[in-house]
């Protein structure tokens, strides 16, 4: 009787799996992340053809305002921009007790001449902005950037 149980125990695991997996998309999309302080990038696409595009994602986090001003990616032929909102705030900010979040979804196109199965070697750096709040008022340092 317990192993009948046990078996059912898991058809219902993989099975509630599986229905995570297709009923939420970003679930099934996500594919690897790397940070650098601040900064998250998310790639989604899990393989591409020479000549295909590569969705990615970055977040921000941090200070009481944040933006991304613009993405650089560099490398294997890829020589690409992407544009953040860029700072949206005025010279006076309110304190908030919430930590900004600023995000960019963008494409990097794959060089159409790189041989099929060749790793893709690419720099993407993330240039930003950081409002951090102070007693009375903020400081708004030099734009960042983040590799």
Do not use: N
């Not at 995570?20 to 650098?36: E, G």
């Not at 001449?113 to 930003?128: D, F, N, R, S």
Request: glycine share 10%; hydrophobic share 45%.
């Amino acid at each position: 009787m317990s192993e009948v149980f046990g078996k059912l125990i898991a058809v219902a695991i993989i099975l509630g799996l599986c229905i995570v997996y297709f009923m939420w998309p970003d679930i099934a999309r996500h594919h690897a992340t790397a940070t650098a302080g601040d900064v998250a990038l998310t790639v989604y696409t899990r393989e591409v053809a020479p000549g295909g595009t590569i969705d990615a994602h970055v977040r921000l986090d941090g200070g009481t305002r944040a933006a991304i001003r613009s993405i650089v990616i560099t490398g294997a032929g890829a020589d690409q921009r992407a544009g953040g909102d860029g700072k949206l705030w005025g010279d006076k900010i309110t304190d908030s007790l919430d930590t900004a979040t600023a995000t960019v979804d963008f494409a990097i196109d794959v060089p159409p001449q790189l041989e099929p199965g060749t790793q893709l070697h690419l720099a993407i750096k993330v240039y930003y902005i950081q409002a951090h709040a102070m007693i009375g008022s903020f400081t708004r340092p030099s734009p960042t950037t983040s590799s």
